[in-house]
C-alpha cells in the first residue's frame, strides 16, 4: 500500500544504537511535531482536478436551466441519493481510517455517480434547446467514408450468435467501469485510477458540450425488418429526444436516465479509457482490452451511432488521457516521507 511503509521508519536506523541509554522524558516540543509525522496517503491526494471538472458541470448545467427549467421527482431521487450518500460516507471513513483503498474506490464511484447524474441531465437540457438535427450531414459524412449500414445490418442479422455477443459487451459498459475501479483500487494503482476517472469524466464533458452544437436522433434503424437484431437505443429514445426538443418531457426521473448524446459517442471513448486503464490490471489487460475492443465495435448498431460518431469518440480519448494524467500527477511533496512536519 502506497505511503505505508514509512509509518514504521522510526523502527530501525540510528534509533537502533539510542537503545543503551537512560530514557529521557519527551519535550512538549517533540509531542506535538511527532504527531503530525504520519504520511497522508497517496490515494486521497490529486482528485481535484475531477470535483473541479464535475463543478464545471454543475455550473453550466445551472446556467441552462436559467431558460429551461427541470423538474425532478423526488421519490425517484431518493435511490441516487443515498447511493452518493453511502459512497461519501466510505470515501470519508476511507480518509479518516488511513485506507487509501476504499478512499480511493469510494472517491472514484462517487466522482462518477455525479459525473453520470449532471452529464446526462445537462445533455438533456442542451437538447432542449439545440437547433435543427445533424442527422442528414452525419449520415452523409458516414456515405462518405463508406459506411454501408443497410449492407452491415443484414450481415449481421444472419448471425445471431455474433449478436448476443456484440450486445453483451455494448451494454456491460458499466460493469467494465465497476471492474476497473474495483480492481485498481485494490492493487493500489491509484495513479492510474485518478487519471482514467479524470479523463472520463474530461471527455465526457466536452462530449456533451459538443453534442448541443450537432444534435442528432441517431443512426436508427426499424428492428421489425429484421429477424435477430435488437432495437438500438437511439431507436428506444426517439420519443424522449423528441420531448425535450418540444418541451413536452420536463420532469426528471432519476432511475431513468438515458445517455442521448449520438455525436460524439462517448460510449466509444471511454471504452477506449478502458482500454488504457486495463493494461494496469495484469490479468485483464488481454481480456478486458479485447472486451472494451468489442464494446467500440458494437457502438454503431447498438447504440444506434453514426460512424463518424464512433472515430469522433476514438478521437477524444487519447488526449483526454494525456491532460488528464498532467492534472492528476502527484507533485513531489515538500516534506521527505517521514520527515517531522512543524505542529
Do not use: K
Not at 436551466?65 to 459512497?87: E, W
Not at 421489425?224 to 418531457?249: M, T
Amino acid at each position: 500500500m502506497r505511503g505505508g511503509a514509512s509509518a514504521n521508519s522510526h523502527d530501525g536506523g540510528p534509533h537502533a544504537r539510542e537503545t543503551n541509554r537512560a530514557p529521557v522524558a519527551p519535550q512538549a516540543d517533540t509531542l506535538r511535531s511527532t504527531a503530525m509525522t504520519a504520511p497522508v496517503p497517496s490515494a486521497d491526494r490529486p482528485d481535484l482536478p475531477s470535483w473541479v471538472l464535475i463543478a464545471a458541470m454543475l455550473l453550466s448545467l445551472l446556467a441552462t436551466q436559467y431558460s429551461h427549467m427541470f423538474s425532478i421527482d423526488p421519490v425517484r431521487a431518493v435511490p441516487a441519493v443515498l447511493a452518493m450518500a453511502a459512497l461519501g460516507a466510505a470515501m470519508v471513513t476511507g480518509r479518516r481510517t488511513a485506507r487509501p483503498r476504499l478512499a480511493a474506490g469510494a472517491t472514484a464511484f462517487l466522482q462518477m455517480t455525479l459525473f453520470t447524474v449532471l452529464g446526462v441531465v445537462l445533455a438533456y437540457a442542451l437538447a432542449a434547446q439545440s437547433g435543427a438535427l445533424w442527422d442528414q450531414r452525419l449520415a452523409a459524412a458516414d456515405r462518405a467514408i463508406g459506411f454501408n449500414w443497410p449492407v452491415v445490418l443484414r450481415l449481421l442479422d444472419m448471425a445471431p450468435a455474433v449478436i448476443w455477443v456484440l450486445g453483451l459487451a455494448y451494454h456491460s459498459l458499466t460493469v467494465q467501469m465497476i471492474v476497473v475501479i474495483v480492481c485498481l483500487s485494490a492493487l493500489s494503482r491509484f495513479d492510474t485510477l485518478r487519471t482514467a476517472v479524470c479523463a472520463a469524466i474530461l471527455s465526457g464533458f466536452v462530449t456533451i458540450l459538443i453534442s448541443g452544437l450537432t444534435p442528432a436522433m441517431g443512426n436508427v434503424f426499424d428492428p421489425s425488418h429484421y429477424r435477430h437484431l435488437w432495437p438500438s437505443v437511439a431507436w428506444v429514445e426517439q420519443g424522449l429526444i423528441a420531448g425535450l426538443r418540444d418541451g413536452s418531457h420536463h420532469v426528471l426521473d432519476l432511475t431513468m436516465l438515458m445517455g442521448i448524446v449520438s455525436f460524439p459517442s462517448f460510449h466509444a471513448t471511454l471504452a477506449a479509457i478502458f482500454i488504457w486503464a486495463f493494461r494496469a490490471i495484469p490479468r485483464l489487460s488481454v481480456p478486458g482490452s479485447a472486451w472494451a475492443i468489442l464494446t467500440i465495435i458494437a457502438t454503431p448498431v447498438f447504440g444506434g451511432h453514426y460512424g463518424v460518431d464512433v472515430i469522433m469518440g476514438l478521437i477524444l480519448a487519447p488526449p483526454a488521457i494525456i491532460i488528464a494524467n498532467r492534472l492528476t500527477r502527484r507533485r513531489p511533496s515538500s516534506h521527505p516521507v517521514g520527515a517531522v512536519l512543524p505542529a
